[in-house]
């Protein structure tokens, strides 16, 4: 394969951002830190730093890092490091608790809650009112050109305690006019459309469509007929229940949305207005619903959906059992028989009814921002001169090497354009007698490290299947979405929103999980049912306090969006 996996590590590193550390129990009110709050500090006397941080597990530290040394030597400073792979959380908190800090912690991934108590208590300054064209040109223009970055790190005292980090991987990265997120549509749904030939009929374009398509699979056991499977192997369709890339949710496009139920910030819609809401008390959900049950009673969808993992899926899948089915793309879940299938088009509603002719996808947004990557201390005496530094990392050359290594190691050549090449994992096993995995590994430096979409363009190349599923859903799905509305992942929470969002979050997302799977397999719900239903949420699950605390974090971010 000519280049590594860039494209899986967008969800280890998703995975990463929404699992951030929290260090905020530990200072215990004890630390009393003199620093004015959203002031520069002139003072460039400082040019000896110590930075406290995270490194990889087969990372040998900083010390002999060509691309930070590099950096220190033009801009004229130098960072002893103190990084580790174990035990961060732990030392973390230690010099917090004890006020014995370093000049900046890097790669500890602070949740919003923690960079505002620190900013708020003064251990972490306020970075705002340095980030100018004359101290962070880089960084500058990055939130000048992408707002919603300004807004996802942007506390709510109008503060920032730290640098932001992320990965934007876009169409924009394949040169699109527009930018839309590779997550924007994560489920790409399929049909075996050598079973509607060899049945002589067309590709559905609705969901009337599919459900006759559907009973012809099963009628006519096509995985027995076509395949030559064991008799009553045919699943017309299967899905898991509410999965990220896997689920059934496109389907629900016949009904104005495809959201995710289980999830309740995969559940809040932003309407057109600016509002925001719950698709599972609205009246399209009921109906969805109702519909797809008549769907599971008549055999057409997979009886294990509820229950199966990704890899039973993939199973069924990859033995030519399964009619339709969704995923992140065709080949890797349909293997030997991914030549059969095409993508399905967003099918509309039932005719007859209200729904006739609607489509909408319920787009979602990218992998997030976060900003808890890089925080200044008060101990720092100097903070202009290592902003200038970490600026410097907002270079798309440079974030390059940082995450994955240096020009001459990671990347060997460039294309005929002059950008970059991964290494191969031949090229990798020959020069360094290590996989081009493990070797990212060895190289990569953590912090605030910031990948934007025409990095992809201008300095190094994306991996082939990324550039593929771009090209997907560009050309061929965000066409037939009707609203790019979406609510952003990347508002930012006061400590009582937390506190609210903690308290009902759970039980609200239980609920709503539930009830669906029982409407889905057993019918309904009827208008008693339907009623007891929006009780309950109200009355035990928190919705109002919920939608309030989403409404307000949104209104915030709007305004620090401008």
Known sequence: MKKTRIFFRLAVLTLAVAMVLSFTACTGGSANYNTEPHTVNENTDQTEFTIMGA????????????????????????????????SLSEQVNIRIAGDIMPDAF??????????SMHGEDGAFIDLAPYITPEIMPNLYQILEDNPRVRAAITMDDGGIYGLPAGEQMGTGGVGKEKDYSIYSIPQFSMINKAWLDELGLEVPTTLDELHDALVAFKENDMSHTYYGNDPGTTLPMSTGFD?????????????GFTNWINDVCADLTLWDDGTVGFVSTTQNYRDAVTYFHDWYAEGLMDVEMFSQSDTQLISKCQQGYVGVSTWWYIEELMGDYSDDYVFLPVLTGPAGTEYEGTRNVTIRTGGGTNGGQLSITSS?????????????????????????????????????????????????????????????????????????SKYYLE???????????????????MPQVDHDCVYPVDCVFTADELDTIDRFKPDFESALSEQEGLWLRDGGPTDEEWDAYIQHLNDKCGMQELLDVYTAAYGRYAAAEQ
């Open 459 to 477: 300095n190094f190349n994306m991996e082939d299947r990324a550039i593929e599923r771009l090209n997907d859903l560009y050309d061929y799905w």
């Open 243 to 255: 999965q990220w890339c896997w689920g059934q949710n496109i389907f629900y496009a016949g009904f």
């Open 55 to 86: 490194q990889s597990a087969l990372s040998p530290g900083y010390d002999d890092n060509e691309v930070l040394n590099d950096l220190m030597d033009e801009t004229g400073i130098h960072i002893t490091w103190n990084t580790m792979s174990d």
């Open 380 to 452: 720092c005496q100097s903070p202009i001169n290592l902003l200038k530094f970490f600026d410097k990392w907002y270079e798309g050359e440079t974030v390059m090497q940082l995450q994955y290594g240096p020009i001459g190691t990671y990347f060997l050549d460039q294309d005929e354009n002059g950008v970059w090449n991964s290494i191969t994992e031949e090229q990798a096993q020959e020069k360094f007698g290590k996989g081009a995995g493990e070797l990212k590994s060895y190289y990569e430096v953590q912090g605030p490290k910031l990948i934007l």
């Open 106 to 115: 890097m790669g500890v991934g602070f949740n919003n809650y923690a960079l």
